[in-house]
């Protein structure tokens, strides 16, 4: 099953695009590839192999294809490239800290990195959470999180407090803590029963009263009474958490009603359950604030983080946690382990150097800020793909757009995968999941990539069948 490239470009077959960029975007040297071997994540293996879409190499806001076009990154990647592609700054702190000190085990040992990271990420946590433990991915950092609330309740003399609350449609990974909690039906019914009590608040998405909504919709905050049922049927003293992701995306962009957070919060404060924020999408940056917890106002007791942390250019998560559950681990003997977990990667050297160069132009190119003072136009020009074919909702928060196209009748498959395919032909990378399609730009972006998106869209879903 060797494939090739049916076209395969020079240099001079390429479109004209500014030197600065063609300097990054190096040709792709070709080679015979076999697509057999690789078993590839949430993906058609057979379908993408019969004709696949392969990205070699980016820069700022595009990547380029292996057929040597340029691709406007409209989803970050895989939302959590926020600061752009190959960046001079983070490419040369990796390569410094290989040379430097490759790998140190963090077990009983330690090396600056997670030290500095820590500090460093506690400067745009809210307060009071400021301490951070170190994972490798977001499911990694959800099944953290967990642990680390179950274990709290424990260390407090509250062991029966051993429930789990998600919420229908909620992504927290793959895990098999992230996908008990999770609601998404696919990532769980192949799996067996889970974990044992767990339950799910309902989702928000309702079409008859929020449809194209701009900004946080006004119907739906009540939904968050929900718990306060769960909490009568099976009394507070049996539940630890609520995790939900404030905004969530994995299921198609999905925009908190007005209140409903804060209702959750609440609640949870009611009966002394704690809530625990799946940011590892809404974090820095992508609501125009460094957190969904600052933007909507709503302080949660763990935060949960990956993706931007780095850029995306090595993998790292964490759980940001308040400092009274700190405190609370740190209560018994001082020679005793007070978390046994930990990852032999956690808080990797060269994913703490992508880090830190992250965070640093995170904050001087104020790009959290830059979302923010984008966030109107985006609004308007997503918006303007209202009434064309098959658009059945869009919404929208700082710099995340969901639109929803109706369903097809009968086969065909779902009209998401097609506009995805006929988007990358077109030159623009989209999310889709089922018949929704997902925007969340690097926060680089111009209001000409803006533009250039919403025209690709544009034509795209006026072709689609
Ligand atoms: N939590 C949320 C909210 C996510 O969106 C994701 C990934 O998209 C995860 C957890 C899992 O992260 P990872 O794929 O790094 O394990």
């Known amino acids: 099953s060797l494939w090739r490239p049916t076209a395969i470009l ?38 993408f192999k019969q004709s696949p879409r392969l990205l070699v190499s980016a820069a700022g806001m595009y990547y380029r294809s292996i057929d040597g076009r340029e691709i406007l990154d409209g989803t970050a990647g895989l939302w959590c490239v926020n600061a752009g592609h190959c960046r001079p700054e983070i490419i040369s702190a990796i390569a410094q800290q290989a040379a430097t000190l490759d790998f140190a085990p963090t077990f009983q040992m330690g090396h600056p990195g997670p030290f ?5 990420l506690r400067r745009i946590t809210p307060d009071p959470l400021n301490h951070v433990f170190f994972a490798n991915s977001g499911s990694e950092a959800v099944d953290t999180a967990l642990k680390i609330a179950l274990a709290y309740h424990r260390l407090r003399g509250e062991g029966t407090r051993q429930r789990l609350i998600g919420r229908e449609r909620g992504y ?8 008990s909690v999770g609601g998404i039906a696919p990532n769980r019914k192949f799996f067996g029963s889970l974990l044992a009590g767990v339950d799910h608040l ?80 809404t974090g820095f940056g992508r609501l125009g604030a460094p957190f969904a917890s600052q933007y909507f106002g709503v302080t949660p007791d763990l935060i949960t983080v990956a993706k931007g942390l780095t850029n995306a250019a090595v993998p790292m998560g964490a759980v940001i946690v308040r400092d009274e ?97 006929r988007a990358f032909e077109a030159g623009l990378l989209i999310r889709v999941t089922g018949d929704i399609i997902a925007l969340s730009p690097p926060l680089i972006v111009e209001r000409s990539h803006i533009d250039q998106m919403v025209d690709i869209l544009s034509r795209v879903l006026q072709e689609l069948p």
């Not at 500095?116 to 460093?120: L, M, T």
């Not at 939900?244 to 409903?260: D, F, R």
Request: contains cysteine; negative net charge.
């Open 10 to 47: 020079l240099a001079s077959d390429l479109p004209l695009i500014p030197p600065t960029r063609l300097r990054a975007m190096t040709l792709p040297t070709f080679v015979d590839l076999n697509l057999d071997p690789f078993w590839m994540p949430f993906t058609a293996n057979r379908q």
């Open 116 to 120: 500095q990271v820590a500090d460093r």
């Open 172 to 179: 927290h990974g793959v895990g098999f803590g992230g996908i």
């Open 202 to 281: 309902p989702h928000t998405h309702n079409l008859e009263h929020n449809a194209f909504s701009k900004g946080q919709p006004t119907w739906g905050a009540h939904l968050a009474d929900e718990l306060e049922r769960l909490v009568a049927l099976h009394d507070a003293s049996t539940i630890a958490a609520v995790i939900v992701e404030p905004l969530a995306g994995s299921t198609g962009v999905l925009i908190p009603p007005q209140g409903y957070l804060e209702r959750l919060r609440a609640i949870c404060d009611r009966y002394g359950i704690l809530l625990i924020f799946d940011e590892v999408i």
């Open 325 to 421: 559950i700190y405190e609370t681990f740190m209560q018994g003997p001082a020679g005793q382990i007070e978390f046994f977990h930990g990852y032999t990667y956690s808080g990797h050297p060269l994913a703490c150097a992508a880090a830190l160069a992250t965070l640093e132009i995170y904050e001087k190119e104020a790009l959290f800020e830059r979302a923010a003072s984008l966030a109107p136009y985006w609004q308007e020009a997503i918006h303007s793909l209202r009434g064309l074919p098959h658009v059945i909702d869009i919404r929208n928060l700082g710099l995340v757009a969901g639109i929803e196209l109706a369903p097809r009748e009968g086969q065909g498959g779902p009209r998401g995968y097609d506009a995805l395919c």
